[in-house]
């Protein structure tokens, strides 16, 4: 369920770093830009067929996910299907493999509101591929392309067919199949090109000479004055300021895109050197990473050193406590056998005394 993107000043791929609840993993998904900067994300298949719609937006140079919650009406759980934008807020699904066959319906659902119109089609098809072209008057066409679909046996078929629909905002909920795509394409470009033209095109301004109102409008607005009693030949001056007005505004204007394009190429620039910072500092964490796990490496291993170090030191004090005992014990023996022998003097000096006294009575007897 990992985001790129590709970029097509540099003519690579990048991961994005996206915010919010990511979708799961999954394959056979549409991902479809609805807006600048929003993309809607539908359906798929990772083990199960899947439902769910999210929006990834990216206006607020945030990546952000978020997961659109809707109501019972709600197409159903599919993959290998299409998603065409026709409005602002409104998307088309169209076909795919609905949990295991070729669906031949399409559900136009309005992402702001979570819900979705079923539409029944004529024609049932899967990993077929759709574009949408959208008008100015709000009307789209959807072409739909090839795909395959399940015949009778459940043997699939490989279709090769061209299948355009017709879109209007009058009727939102409906698709039409054009019988001659061409003819109502063209008459799409016509339509446009008339708009265009009609922008182009100078506008009229009223001519009431007396009319100070009008005068003083078109001074502010058109940057010409009118004086009172305009007649043809007035008409014609006014009308060659006007063009050499709008002369001036359209070469306004061509430096003001210029100013825009160099404004885009300093953007592009800016983003590609914000990209080089990000790559930095991807490197910079991989280096603190590393830096990370050789302290800790070392650090394991001064604890290691200092548990030794705290066996040998407790050793080192047992085997004193020890060597401390056996001097008390040697003094103590020492004593002991010291007191012996004073004991044997006395003992001895006594009995020398004893038999000197007996000596002596005796020897006093020996004169009686």
């Known amino acids: 369920n990992d985001c790129w993107q590709f970029c097509l000043r540099e003519v690579s791929w990048s991961p994005v770093q996206t915010c919010g609840q990511s979708p799961s993993a999954r394959r056979g998904h549409s991902f479809t830009a609805i807006t600048i ?19 990834l937006d990216c206006r607020d140079r945030v990546w952000m996910w978020s997961e659109v919650m809707h109501s019972d009406m709600w197409p159903g759980r599919r993959a290998f299907h299409t998603t065409c934008c026709v409005s602002h807020s409104l998307c088309v699904v169209m076909g795919g493999w609905l949990e295991g066959r070729a669906a031949g319906d399409a559900y136009v659902v309005d992402i702001e509101r979570g819900s979705a119109h079923h539409i029944t089609l004529s024609d049932a098809r899967a990993g077929h591929t759709a574009c949408c072209r959208v008008t100015s008057d709000g009307s789209a066409l959807i072409f739909v392309l090839g795909g395959t679909r399940d015949n009778a046996g459940h043997v699939r078929s490989v279709i090769s067919d061209l299948c355009v629909y017709s879109w209007n905002p009058q009727a939102p909920h409906a698709l039409v199949v054009c019988a001659d795509p061409a003819a109502q394409l063209q008459r799409q470009l016509d339509a446009e090109r008339r708009q265009q033209e009609d922008a182009r095109a100078p506008p009229a301004l009223p001519l ?111 085997v004193t406590e020890g060597s401390r005992c056996l001097h008390q014990l040697h003094d103590s023996i020492q004593s002991e056998e010291s007191r012996q022998l004073t004991d044997e003097d006395q003992k001895s000096r006594y009995l020398h005394q004893i038999r000197l006294h007996d000596f002596h009575i005796k020897s006093c007897l020996g004169q009686s």
């Open 37 to 55: 900067g929003r993309t809607v994300l539908y359906g798929g298949y990772n083990g199960e067929w899947l439902n769910d719609m999210h929006v």
């Open 208 to 318: 009431a000479g007396d009319n100070e109102i009008v005068r003083e409008l078109a001074s502010r607005v058109y940057g010409v004055s009118i004086g009172k009693g305009t007649a043809d030949g007035g008409k014609e001056e006014t009308n060659d300021e006007l063009a050499a007005h709008n002369m001036q505004l359209a070469g306004e204007n061509e430096e003001l895109r210029r100013r825009l394009r160099e404004i885009a190429a300093e953007k592009e620039e800016l983003i590609g050197q914000l990209t080089a910072a990000g790559r930095e500092n991807e490197e910079l964490i991989d280096e603190l990473a590393s830096s990370n796990t050789q302290l800790a490496t070392e650090n394991e291993r001064i604890a290691q050193e200092l548990d030794t170090f705290r066996i040998e030191k407790d050793s080192a004090r047992r």
